[in-house]
């Protein structure tokens, strides 16, 4: 069936051509009149099929052109967006070290008497329900066991392993962990600890407050710098509830701490400072 139309348009397209050449012999000769007339009447369908046929094979050609230059536009759009988006990335990374830089330089202004060694989280993991995080900093860089590990939004935890090139740090909250803390408005001294029952809550306790403490849900607790290992005046967090044990006699607060340790990326490291305890 494809062959007879292909053959069909070959007899029309043929005889369109002998007709346009027997009209131009005609008139080349001088011979006009009703036969021409005829002729011209017998070739307008050709015409206008030749007419029609070279619109379309314009039109094709002006639709593929027009693909082209889409294709073109499309990939000049595209690349475009790739450029801005890597600019925006760029622009973002710089933002967050200049925020970086910039808690790090009022945490030193605030504390000027510790000598920080800044670090980045390489990894964390997770041993007898104890997260511990691995830092980038080792014995190399002056590292050592028991040094405490802060960020400007308070304390995180203190050095529990130390590596050439690495070193581990236990979190605050962890049950192993314990710290002399005190009550900045009333200056009442307990003993921060981790407590199994919290994990992942990102909350503490604070023990060993007499029964008759000055202590309020809401008051900020602060490290005291009893014990050594940690200087006295960082930031542990503040009081969120706080209940009376009969059998023990005292007092006990749970403590919601400062520091978010699930989106901990840089940390700094004290390497030294100067001991100083309130009588």
């Known amino acids: 069936?494809?062959?007879?139309?292909?053959?069909?348009?070959?007899?029309?397209?043929?005889?369109?051509?002998?007709?346009?050449?027997?009209?131009?012999?005609?008139?080349?000769?001088?011979?006009?009149?009703?036969?021409?007339?005829?002729?011209?009447?017998?070739?307008?369908?050709?015409?206008?099929a030749g007419l029609k046929i070279g619109e379309a094979f314009d039109g094709f050609s002006?639709?593929?052109?027009?693909?082209?230059?889409?294709?073109?536009?499309?990939?000049?759009?595209?690349?475009?967006?790739e450029r801005l988006e890597g600019e925006l990335a760029d622009s973002q990374a710089i933002k967050e070290e200049n925020e970086r830089l910039r808690e790090y330089i009022e945490f030193k202004k605030t504390y000027p008497d510790l000598s920080l060694t800044e670090a980045l989280i390489i990894g964390s993991e997770s041993e007898n329900h104890s997260t511990v995080f691995t830092l980038n900093k080792g014995r190399?860089?002056?590292?050592?066991v028991g040094m405490p590990v802060v960020v400007s939004k308070g304390v995180v935890g203190s050095v529990c392993e130390v590596g050439s090139t690495w070193c581990k740090v236990r979190a605050i909250t962890e049950a192993s962990s314990s710290i002399g803390a005190y009550v900045s408005r009333s200056g009442e001294i307990g003993l921060i600890e981790g407590d199994i029952s919290l994990k992942g809550?990102?909350?503490?306790?604070?023990n060993y407050l007499p029964t008759d403490a000055d202590i309020e849900v809401g008051d900020l607790i602060y490290t005291s710098g009893l014990g050594s290992v940690y200087p006295r005046g960082l930031l542990i967090g503040e009081v969120t509830e706080i209940k009376t044990d009969e059998y023990l006699r005292m007092k006990v607060a749970k403590?919601?701490?400062?520091?978010?340790?699930?989106?901990?990326?840089y940390v700094m490291i004290v390497t030294?400072?100067?001991?100083?305890?309130?009588?």
Do not use: H, W
């Open 201 to 206: 809550t990102g909350e503490c306790i604070l």
């Open 1 to 48: 069936m494809k062959f007879f139309k292909n053959k069909f348009f070959i007899i029309v397209m043929s005889l369109a051509l002998f007709v346009v050449i027997f009209m131009a012999t005609l008139s080349a000769m001088g011979l006009t009149g009703p036969i021409n007339n005829t002729l011209n009447v017998l070739a307008t369908p050709f015409r206008y």
């Open 272 to 279: 030294d400072y100067d001991i100083y305890v309130e009588e």
């Open 255 to 265: 403590i919601r701490c400062t520091v978010n340790f699930e989106s901990l990326r």
């Open 140 to 144: 190399g860089d002056g590292i050592k």
């Open 62 to 81: 002006r639709y593929f052109i027009s693909i082209d230059e889409l294709d073109k536009e499309n990939q000049s759009l595209i690349d475009e967006i």
